[in-house]
């Protein structure tokens, strides 16, 4: 029933995956809560919601405007569980606006599969990975990435080669110059310090440990028949999910190395993934899976909050 609620994409669904999402951001920030209520904490919050919401809408236009699933809502809504899955995903400002801003280089990266304006989209996508780097410094792997789709999506001319160098170079040279103007170097240096954690004690605990089972069995189960499908898919989609498989590697890379283990790192695998579940799930014929998936992800939210 509700799997079937969203096989179509129909203004009324925008509505309901608005009305989830302002629930999970409650429930998370209940769960996570550690501050005393003031004017500032409030309007701080209500700031972020609206942030987490346009996210939504971003990553909708993404999936939309490159085809990256099927004419339906399960991209959106597997979002949204992600997001309950990990609800320090919601607390960590630094990593949602990181992951806010790589929403616009992932926008002109997957769209990269079309000749228009080549040039001015891998400037713009290594513009973007470079302000994203100044609120988390591990999103520079993400010009990887870029450099996959120069690869797979045959850009890579000589100068399309060197434009992510001084477009990434761009708003960090920007920043510099503002932190040298304002003598605040040390700052800056914060900024681009390196840390690594390879410590995963936090994920033992029952909260991780049952979505990250959950996870992890059901991309194994969702990557073999995607990627078969994409195999015999037109050249063009066969590229776009290359690329896109590359982009889960490089997220469970940082997530990985990621000096922060409270689960907020795992914000980084939610685009991928949730375009990955979204294909296996369009393609699964038997209506019965798709409604245990579904309630399988509500089930376990439900567990993270009430346990």
């Known amino acids: 029933m509700i799997a079937n609620f969203f096989n179509k994409t129909k203004p009324i669904n925008f509505v309901v995956l608005s009305v989830m999402m302002i629930l999970v951001y409650i429930a998370s920030n209940i769960v996570v809560y550690s501050q005393g209520f003031s004017l500032i904490y409030l309007l701080k919050k209500g ?12 990553f909708n236009f993404i999936i939309r405007k490159n085809t990256l699933t099927d004419n339906n809502s399960y991209a959106i809504l597997f979002f949204i569980f992600l997001f309950g899955f990990f609800p320090y995903t919601l ?11 790589l929403l616009f280089a992932f926008r002109r990266i997957y769209s990269l599969r079309t000749s228009i304006h080549s040039k001015e989209k891998i400037f713009d996508s290594a513009f973007w990975i470079g302000i994203a780097s100044m609120f988390y410094i591990w999103s520079f792997f993400f010009i990887i990435l870029l450099y996959g789709a120069i690869w797979v999506f045959n850009k890579g001319e000589k100068r399309n080669v060197f434009i992510p160098v001084f477009g990434f170079a761009t708003p960090v040279f920007l920043v510099y110059v503002y932190y040298l103007v304002t003598n605040n170097l040390i700052e800056f240096d914060h900024l681009r310090r390196i840390n690594y954690d390879f410590s995963f004690n936090t994920y033992a605990g029952f909260k991780f440990l049952l979505p990250l089972i959950f996870l992890l069995i059901l991309s194994i189960i969702s990557i073999y028949p995607t990627t078969k499908k994409s195999l015999v898919a037109k050249i063009d989609f066969k590229s776009t999910w290359t690329l896109l498989l590359l982009h889960i590697i490089l997220a469970l890379m940082i997530v990985i190395i990621s000096p922060i283990k409270n689960g907020s790192e795992l914000i980084f695998l939610f685009f991928p993934l949730s375009i990955l579940f979204a294909n296996f799930i369009q393609d699964t014929k038997k209506y019965w899976i798709k409604e245990s998936i579904v309630y399988i992800f509500i089930v376990i939210i439900g567990s993270i909050y009430l346990v």
Do not use: C, R
Request: hydrophobic fraction near 80%; glycine fraction near 0%.
């Open 91 to 101: 607390e960590n400002s630094k990593l949602l606006i990181a992951n806010f801003i």
């Open 47 to 58: 700031i972020f919601l609206f942030l987490v919401i346009l996210m939504i809408f971003i």
